[in-house]
């Protein structure tokens, strides 16, 4: 292949490598967070209760507006369950690091919003693991295929060294080994 080819593909490989710098930085960073994360504390949940009195009008028959009074009471994050029962209805909202469930009585309209917080730590965990992050799985897929071409073009451009070729598949084939002997010992 000539010159030229190479040099593109060295561009491409070293912007590739810029543009997914800060997401390699934060998956890393937050993976070894995430290992470590009950030995160390950082998920740790706080919990909030609030409780009000709905009017008939706000908790029956319009979802829109008990979710809207719901929010007015400090639930946040995206619904991701709605229960009407016979007796009471219940609520969840989620986003990364917190819950909010709520509980609206239908006899009387009495609503217990419980909100639970995990703190900053554990916005990071989940953002790794692409819980309650609503289209966040867009830039972990995004970051994915980044890491994908990063690594096939470095690969790519390590063979075509002649003189560090060999050095370069001793250093592969070791990693590979590596991660398989790795597997096979520490995984459950």
Known sequence: MSSNFWQVLRTVHIHLSLASFVMLLFFGISGVLLVHAAEWG????????????????????????????????????????????????????????????????????????TIESRGAWALFLDLHTGKGGGAWWIAIDLAGVLWALVAATGLALWLQLKRRRVVGIFWLAFGTIASVALFFVLAP
Request: hydrophobic share 35%; glycine share 8%; aromatic share 6%.
């Open 42 to 113: 950082l998920d740790l949940a706080r919990s909030e209760h609030r409780t009000a009195t709905f009017s008939a009008p706000e908790f029956t028959g319009d979802r829109l507006a008990l979710v809207e009074a719901l929010r007015r009471h400090g639930a946040v994050g995206a619904v991701t369950d709605f229960d009407d029962g016979e007796e009471e209805i219940r609520v969840t909202f989620e986003r990364p690091s917190q819950r909010c469930d709520a509980r609206i009585g239908k006899q009387d309209g009495a609503m217990e919003l």
